[in-house]
């Protein structure tokens, strides 16, 4: 059966030879009879593929050996708002609101301490990045969301003060792209973009940022302790984890993030291209914000809207309906979608075009 080209926004697309050695370690893990599913999570095989999943993890953001720790916990990106904030936040935290996933960060935030809005683009419905905005003294710690998964905005530069440390939410970007990774002091991201199946959440923490609060941490919640346990406090999400470990070793054998990067720098570009040769297309971003990884647009005239619905359908392409909040059409574009698939989208849209 012919797979689609898949551009929705998630949850997991991964590659298919990751999801073939997936399937088959349900049945069988590595020749041993058994499968992932019921090994135990304290065998040395388990043992050695968080270890391994958690080394990959810090190889790829080039963060070996500079004082960082990589878990995997549970519970999602929207358990680290608050995970942050109770590990992180005694008196004040700066937030940048650039959409829904930030503006949950802060809701989250608010219920350890206060937090300052230091500039946010919901009134032109976070179609771009604010920039122009001052860093004050004394905060505990400064939250990012690198990339708006809903609107299809991507931060490029993250201003920090001297001191501060800087919390960033990368949910929908990691491992997409190169970036000086030490500048951030707190990176987490739910699995299911560019990692692996839901159920696992990796939080990358320098240590040294942490115990600084006065407040009790409940055993869960705490950093410190799910360093100590690494990352086996209880059981981890034993599936979520061998899957990211082998879409790492993907990652690995396709020449890391500094390729992987080249390619979705080349996905975008074809659709951004398109979007702005097109007359029957717009994009909704501002031209400097636009992500990589989500694509958001729309047809000028709506009503042509049903026509170019049937012809994305017929032609193999799944998910590129807009979220609602945006409406439109938005197409994802993560680490194993192929430049193939973005091919096949733009031939749509300028049949379209010469049809419409
Ligand atoms: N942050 C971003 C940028 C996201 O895209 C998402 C989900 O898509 C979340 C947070 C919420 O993640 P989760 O569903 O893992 O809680």
Redesign the pocket.
């Known amino acids: 059966m012919e797979r689609p080209h898949n551009f929705s ?3 997991c697309i991964l590659p298919l030879e990751v999801f073939e050695k997936a399937s088959q370690s349900v049945i069988d893990l590595d020749n041993s009879g058994l499968s992932i599913l019921e090994i135990s999570h304290r065998s040395t095989a388990f043992v050695g593929i968080i270890e391994k999943a958690r080394e990959l993890a810090l190889e790829h953001l080039n963060l070996q050996g500079k004082g960082y720790k990589a878990l995997f916990l549970q ?7 608050l995970m942050t904030a109770y590990n992180l936040l005694e008196k004040k935290a700066g937030y940048l609101d650039t ?4 503006s ?2 802060i809701k989250e935030a608010n219920n350890f301490g206060e937090t300052e809005v230091l500039a946010s683009s919901k009134s032109s419905n976070y179609n771009y990045i604010p920039k122009d905005f001052s860093i004050p003294e004394g905060l505990d710690y400064l939250h990012y ?6 609107y299809g905005t991507q931060m490029k530069t993250f201003p920090k003060k001297a001191n501060t440390p800087l919390v960033c ?5 990691i491992f997409s792209r190169q970036l000086d990774y030490s500048q951030f002091d707190l990176i987490y ?5 560019n990692m692996g199946p ?1 159920g696992a ?1 990796l939080v990358v923490v320098k240590e040294d940022i942490l115990g600084k609060v006065s407040r009790a941490i409940p055993s869960m919640m705490d950093y410190q302790l799910m360093i100590k346990r690494e990352s086996m406090f209880n059981t981890p999400p034993v599936f979520s984890v061998y899957v990211s470990m082998l879409n790492l070793e993907w990652l690995s054998r396709n020449g890391g993030v500094p390729s992987i990067e080249k390619k979705n720098q080349a996905k975008a570009d074809l659709i951004y291209s398109e979007i702005d040769r097109n007359p029957l297309f717009e994009g909704f971003t501002a031209l400097e914000d636009r992500s990589m990884m989500n694509a958001t647009f729309s047809l000028k005239e709506k009503q042509l809207g049903p026509k170019f619905d049937e012809l994305w359908k017929a032609s193999h392409i799944n998910g590129l309906s807009g979220h609602r909040s945006v409406g439109g059409y938005r197409a994802s574009m993560y680490n194993a979608l192929t430049l193939d698939s973005v091919k096949v989208l733009v031939d749509v849209m300028k049949h379209f075009e010469k049809t419409a």
């Open positions: 926004a998630g949850p519970g999602g990106a929207s358990l680290q708002f959409g829904t996933w930030s949950n960060a969301t690198s990339n708006n998964t809903i939410d990368m949910s929908s970007d991201a739910g699995a299911q973009k839901a959440t």
